[in-house]
């Protein structure tokens, strides 16, 4: 998607052109977001942000450049604090110190750039490399199950409220709220089951991977799960809001 967005620099700068891509990568596919980062600056996009929701990666036009990226994840790394953990900091002056530079971070995952050959490689052991994946991703997703747990209660609580079913109506027009909440829940539940299942198939084969001298297991069919599994994402939240205005045509008299 190409979209005009005015530069924050001054008044007098000329609007940049920006495009937003659909992420394609698990999170924990370092590999394979290294790559797609380094083929897009290649054809002249740089990255600017990724997403609140972390779906989607905005990338400004720029010059080409032959850029090589390092994707790191640091365990108490979080979008939420105000000051970087001091575990972050000494990360971060690390790179810095071997010639990469901080490009981006979302959550527990840090992305650093730096000119193809100028900068020293990082966590060239992949059995550490694998660890800090697995340690980031266990605080990640167990964030995650915490908030899909208290969904889930949520739900049950409004459906066995007197706020949730009223027999006394008709069915679909008293309870679109909840049929709303299910739905989205539901869906969440069949994401996160998936996305975490598929992160640990991944996270197994690595490890037998490395005991047995070889390197991580490929993730490209791990991320072609997320993919399948994030993709309807937004045609479900719109299809469940859509109850919600059927709703209130219905209950305004409009059908």
Not at 154 to 170: P, Q, Y
Request: charged letters at 25%.
């Amino acid at each position: 998607t190409l979209f005009l967005k005015r530069s924050r620099k001054g008044k007098d700068m000329a609007e940049n052109e920006y495009k937003a891509v659909r992420s394609k990568h698990a999170w924990f596919d370092y590999r394979g977001i290294e790559d797609e980062l380094t083929r897009m600056a290649a054809q002249g996009w740089e990255l600017d942000y990724i997403s609140a929701n972390r779906l989607s990666w905005v990338y400004k036009k720029s010059e080409p450049r032959d850029l090589q990226f390092a994707v790191v994840f640091c365990k108490d790394s979080s979008n939420f604090l105000y000051n970087p953990p001091d575990s972050q900091r000494t990360l971060e002056a690390y790179c810095e110190a071997g010639g990469w530079k901080q490009v981006e971070q979302c959550n527990k995952m840090i992305i650093f750039a730096a000119e193809k050959g100028t900068a020293r490689p990082l966590e060239t052991d992949e059995a550490v490399r694998l660890e800090s994946i697995r340690q980031s991703m266990n605080r990640q997703y167990g964030i995650s199950l915490i908030i899909m747990v208290l969904g889930l209660v949520l739900c049950i609580w409004r459906t066995f409220s007197s706020a949730g079913l009223n027999v006394h109506e008709d069915w679909f027009i008293a309870n679109a709220n909840l049929i709303y909440m299910w739905i989205l829940e539901a869906y969440f539940w069949i994401w996160f089951i998936g996305i975490f299942t598929s992160y640990r198939m991944w996270l197994k084969a690595s490890q037998r991977a490395l005991l047995s001298g070889d390197a991580p297991a490929d993730t490209a069919k791990y991320s072609r799960i997320y993919q399948a599994l994030t993709r309807p994402r937004l045609l479900v939240i719109l299809g469940a809001a859509t109850l919600i205005i059927i709703r209130m045509i219905i209950k305004a008299g409009g059908i």
